[in-house]
Structures are given as structure tokens and as C-alpha cells.
């Protein structure tokens, strides 16, 4: 079972994505995901492709590339980050209580609402076996 934000996870998401049919049917869409006092690596930052990096599906890179700007920057703290991703809070309560930033070309997330759902749902087992430095995620 993969630790949230290591190598191994940054990578099961990526295979996760490119195995999707459902995520190569919509996009362009470049999402940088920022998440700040990590315990043991600082900050982790990673990028998710949706059919915009030379055709494929999706894909996922840790660190970011200049010539590929982002369209969504989601910022946040390791605690709130754990919290959504257990299932623990959802993202627009995050968003309304200031822990989660929002960046770059918001109407992007009305327009690309199909790849932000495709997204979800190509990483459903993935989030169900990540670990948390405390054990598997536990069902909401």
C-alpha cells in the first residue's frame, strides 16, 4: 500500500490514470497540486496531465514543468489534504473554511466538471489502498 505523496504513490497515480478509458475522453487539462509540511518531505508538488501531454490519457508527474503551465493550482496543508482524501471533509468545504487555495483559471473546474469526475473515479482503488502514515484509509 502506497504512503500518501511518496514516489510510489506519485506513481500509482500515474499508472491509475493512464489505464483509464474514462480519463482519456476528456480534458486539456494540466492541475498542479501543491501540499505543504509533509511529514518527512517539506513540500510535495505534482501535476496531473488530462490528455494534454502528447496524448495520452492522464498522467502524473511529481514537480511541475514551466512549459506546461497549470490550469488549477490546489494548495494546501498535509492535515487538510489527509482529510479529503480519507473522505473525511470534502474539497468546497475546504475551500470555504480557507484551508484549501485555489489558483490559476478558476472557470476552468465548471468546464472540465467530466474530467474532474473521470479523475475521481479512475483513483477510487487507489485512494482505498493508500496509507496515511497510520494505517489503510478507513471507509466514510
Known amino acids: 500500500m502506497p504512503e500518501y505523496l511518496s514516489d510510489a504513490w506519485v506513481d500509482a497515480l500515474d ?4 489505464a483509464s478509458a474514462s480519463v482519456s ?11 505543504r509540511d509533509v511529514p518527512e518531505l517539506g513540500e510535495v ?6 490528455d494534454a501531454h502528447g496524448g ?7 514537480g511541475g514543468e514551466p512549459d506546461m503551465p497549470a490550469d488549477i493550482r490546489l494548495s494546501t496543508d498535509y492535515g ?7 473522505g473525511n471533509e470534502n474539497a468546497q468545504t475546504a475551500l470555504a473554511r480557507g ?3 485555489l489558483g490559476g483559471a478558476v472557470d476552468v473546474l465548471t468546464r472540465h466538471a467530466d474530467a474532474l469526475a473521470a ?5 477510487a482503488e487507489l ?5 496515511y502514515g497510520d494505517g489503510p484509509r478507513e471507509s466514510p
Open 127 to 131: 485512494r482505498a489502498a493508500t496509507t
Open 45 to 50: 508538488r505534482y501535476r496531473v496531465w488530462v
Open 15 to 18: 499508472d491509475a490514470l493512464q
Open 56 to 62: 495520452h490519457a492522464g498522467r502524473v508527474a511529481a
Open 25 to 35: 475522453a476528456v480534458g486539456p487539462l494540466v492541475i498542479e497540486q501543491v501540499v
Open 80 to 86: 487538510t489534504a489527509t482529510a479529503i482524501g480519507r
Open 119 to 123: 479523475l475521481d473515479d479512475a483513483t
Open 99 to 101: 484551508r484549501l487555495q
